[in-house]
C-alpha cells in the first residue's frame, strides 16, 4: 500500500495572506469611505471633507472628524437639498447597500477568503 504524505506550510500562506490585506487594505477603506460618504449630511462640505483629513486608510480607519460628527451621525434629520442621499448612520446605510461590492473588493484583492 503506498501512503501519500501532504505537508502545508500554514505559516507561509498566512504571511503571503497579510502581505495582501495590507498591500490592498488601504484601496479596500478608500472605497468603504467614498460609499458612506454618499450619505453623508452635506450643508457646506465640512464633515464630508474631514473623512479626507482624519482617515487612516492604511490601518483601516474610516473617521469623520467635526465637532459635531457624532451628534449628526446619531441624530436629528437630515437636510437632503444639496445631498439628496444624506442619511443618519451614514455608514450602516452605506454597508447595507454596498457590502456586497466591498466583497467582491476583498476577494479582488486577497483572493477568496
Known amino acids: 500500500m503506498d501512503n501519500v504524505h501532504v505537508e502545508v ?8 495572506l497579510r502581505a495582501k490585506w495590507r498591500k490592498h487594505l488601504p484601496q479596500i477603506t478608500a472605497l468603504i469611505r467614498e460609499n458612506a460618504n454618499r450619505y453623508v449630511r452635506v450643508d457646506r462640505g465640512n464633515l464630508r471633507g474631514s473623512s479626507y483629513r482624519a482617515s487612516d486608510l492604511a ?55
Open 9 to 16: 506550510n500554514t505559516s507561509a500562506m498566512m504571511g503571503n
Open 59 to 113: 490601518k483601516g480607519r474610516i473617521v469623520w472628524e467635526t465637532p459635531y460628527a457624532r451628534r449628526v451621525y446619531y441624530t436629528g434629520k437630515p437636510s437632503k437639498d444639496i445631498n439628496p442621499n444624506a442619511s443618519l448612520l451614514w455608514c450602516e446605510v452605506a454597508k447595507q447597500r454596498h457590502s456586497r461590492e466591498w466583497g467582491r473588493a476583498v476577494e479582488k484583492g486577497v483572493g477568496n477568503l
